[in-house]
């Protein structure tokens, strides 16, 4: 059975975790990995050789990111996906919501930015370029939770409800472009949130929980009304192999569950890491105090103290 005019066989045999696991899948996506992972390293050896440090667990958040990448990719569940809804939904679900996280936590954008080297003075090179980009309209609002929102909520209903995701599915290129779109849109919408980059927008940790939760319920109850349908919703996914043996709504039920327990993964994730930022934060504004009172003699306690004196004198 010839699938979506891949031009390539999909009677796959019945899937199971370790033929899922075999190496395939998209050659794009594997020359994309391996040249994040060598210009990362590059960012982070440059770095080391002129003194500077880098914190481990920012490599690794990074390399996992860009493996995971790799892991639904660049293996046969990338072929799988191609005919189990299921599995494509793993897809998703990962290159969307858990890829992006720890790409960003691995701060590519702050290593870029110190690993590249000045243009010098009226010159602009790479680095004046990334920020110059930084700071334009263009990512303020696309950055924008007014934007970023909506787009994490239409990259759901508007590709699995309507016919577009039929028509990406018919051709490699397409399903390239969809999985590239899932990963943008998931950078986007995380990345001022994660508040780890240097970005246009940086609200404060309660906004920017806030923000988390708004997308979450939308993504929840897109899962669950894939679990709760009596019909296949995806014409892509109604006609599987026979190889398969599998059923149809049962394999949609499962999408649906992935899809929505997947919303709740990434928000226990990237609260976990607004928490420790903001503790991180407190501990650094109450060092920055403490410093400040160390240089003045405490003035600001004494001058503190002399008010309340002088309020008692009043009362007397």
Same mark, same amino acid.
């Given at each position: ?29 594997? +020359? ?9 390293? !590059?960012?982070?050896? =440059? ?22 990448? *790799? ?37 590519? +954008?702050?290593?870029?930015? =110190? ?15 990334? +920020? ?33 995701? #039929? ?12 999985? +590239? ?38 993504? *929840? ?33 499962? *999408?649906?569950?992935?899809?929505? *327990? ?15 930022? !903001? ?8 060092? @920055?105090? #403490? ?22 004198? @009043?009362?007397?």
């Amino acid at each position: 059975m010839d699938h979506g005019g891949h031009g390539m066989m999909m009677d796959l045999p019945p899937f199971t975790l370790s033929r899922g696991l075999e190496f395939g899948g998209d050659t794009f996506f594997l +020359v994309a990995c391996a040249l994040a992972l060598v210009l990362y390293g !590059w960012g982070v050896l =440059r770095l080391r050789l002129r003194g500077d440090g880098w914190p481990i667990g920012r490599v690794v958040a990074f390399v996992l990111g860009v493996l995971s990448i *790799a892991l639904v990719m660049c293996t046969k569940l990338n072929d799988y996906g191609m005919v189990m809804f299921s599995v494509h939904m793993v897809q998703h679900m990962v290159i969307s919501m858990l890829s992006p996280i720890l790409i960003l936590l691995g701060a590519p +954008v702050t290593l870029t930015l =110190r690993a590249l080297p000045a243009a010098g003075r009226g010159r602009k090179g790479p680095r004046e370029l990334l +920020v110059a980009l930084l700071h334009s309209r263009y990512m303020r609002v696309v950055t924008h939770p007014v934007f970023t929102i909506p787009l994490f909520i239409a990259s759901l209903y508007g590709l699995y409800f309507t016919p577009l995701f #039929d028509t990406l599915m018919a051709s490699k290129p397409g399903h390239i472009a969809m999985m +590239v779109h899932f990963l943008a849109v998931g950078l986007v919408f995380f990345w001022p949130i994660m508040g780890v980059d240097p970005g246009p927008h940086r609200p404060g940790y309660v906004m920017r929980m806030l923000e988390l939760f708004a997308g979450m319920p939308f993504h *929840a109850f897109f899962g669950i009304s894939l679990m709760m349908a009596s019909e296949p919703m995806v014409d892509a996914y109604k006609h599987p192999p026979a190889s398969l043996g599998i059923d149809v709504l049962g394999d949609q039920n499962a *999408a649906g569950g992935i899809a929505w *327990a997947f919303s709740e993964i990434p928000s226990v994730v990237v609260l976990l890491a607004l928490v420790y930022q !903001w503790y991180r934060s407190e501990q650094r504004q109450a060092r @920055r105090k #403490d410093r400040v009172a160390d240089r003045d003699g405490d003035r600001e306690l004494e001058a503190y103290n002399a008010y309340l004196a002088s309020l008692q004198a @009043r009362s007397r």
